[in-house]
């Protein structure tokens, strides 16, 4: 599986790093779960639907993270990606924290992948 992010994706992991130090190892983690499911798997994960594009994009929202300690799976991170089957690609394209931010960014979806 190839791992790829859009660059307004890095600017939303250096932002956030800045308060959740550990994000970039649990990033490792969610790539590692992704590399042998990389579809949605409610209640963890769901498929966005309703764009017109021709690729999958997931909405993670149970991610883990170490700087939450006690939080779990329950830390309001979110993490969007497209899923590329044909290619085995994955590109992350938003990550948030629940707080910051009510919904996904539709319109950075659709400018980079319609």
């Given amino acids: 599986m190839i791992f790829d992010e ?12 800045k308060k959740y130090r550990s ?8 790539k590692k779960v992704l590399k042998v ?9 769901f498929r966005i639907d ?8 997931i909405k993670v929202k149970k991610i883990a993270c170490k700087s939450l300690k006690g939080w779990g799976v329950n830390s309001g991170l979110r993490l969007i990606y497209t899923h590329f ?15 910051d ?10 400018n ?3």
């Fill in 112 to 114: 980079n992948f319609k």
């Fill in 50 to 57: 309703g764009l017109g594009i021709e690729t999958y994009v």
């Fill in 37 to 45: 499911e990389p579809n949605e798997r409610p209640p963890f994960s």
């Fill in 85 to 99: 089957e044909a290619e085995q690609r994955i590109i992350f394209v938003e990550l948030y924290h629940k707080n």
């Fill in 23 to 30: 994000l970039n190892d649990d990033l490792e983690v969610v």
């Fill in 6 to 17: 859009l660059d307004e994706f890095k600017r939303d992991l250096k932002k956030l790093l």
């Fill in 101 to 110: 931010k009510e919904s996904e960014d539709r319109e950075r979806i659709l």
